[in-house]
């Protein structure tokens, strides 16, 4: 009698424990992915806010060292023309391009433009050429983009309205 009382009960355990596992199997489905896309989330976040870092630094840079823009002229400031020991690597851990990642300054109707364009070594993440105000709203890391390519100055003008000359820091 004891035994199957022993039994019974190891039975019952192991029915215990086999929901448990059931029950926690399912949490970790609905948990997982959305842990995964917070991080992915907050990586996006980080690059916006490293673009926006790269802005205030050449922002500092025209004007100071660097001549503003003239109407219908680029100025390009490659990452390796400002200070930029804050901006070693991308979220992801890799390094920024220094020469591929630049601001583009503009004069539209006496006003200068911002435009950024950070991308990481080798294109693997960052925020493809876009206005420095695209970069404050609700969707911003929409502007972050995997595969980023070196941009050739035809898309640079493109992408400003600007078809005059480039002016390039490096």
Request: glycine share 6%; charged share 30%; net charge neutral.
């Amino acid at each position: 009698r004891d035994r199957s009382v022993s039994r019974g009960l190891g039975d019952v355990y192991k029915r215990q424990l086999l929901a448990v596992i059931v029950i926690l199997a399912i949490i970790l489905t609905i948990a997982i992915p959305n842990v995964i896309s917070s991080l992915d989330k907050s990586r996006r976040d980080t690059y916006v806010a490293d673009a926006k870092k790269f802005l205030s630094m050449a922002k500092y840079e025209i004007g100071n060292k660097i001549s503003k823009p003239a109407s219908g002229e680029i100025v390009r400031l490659n990452l390796v023309c400002v200070d930029n020991e804050d901006l070693v690597s991308d979220p992801d851990g890799n390094p920024y391009d220094e020469e591929n990642s630049f601001v583009a300054v503009v004069r539209k109707d006496d006003v200068l433009v911002y435009y950024v364009h950070l991308m990481s070594t080798g294109g693997k993440r960052g925020v493809y050429l876009t206005q420095k105000e695209n970069l404050d709203k609700d969707d911003r890391i929409t502007y972050v983009k995997n595969n980023i390519q070196p941009l050739t100055d035809a898309q640079i003008r493109e992408v400003t309205g600007v078809n005059g000359s480039i002016r390039v820091c490096q």
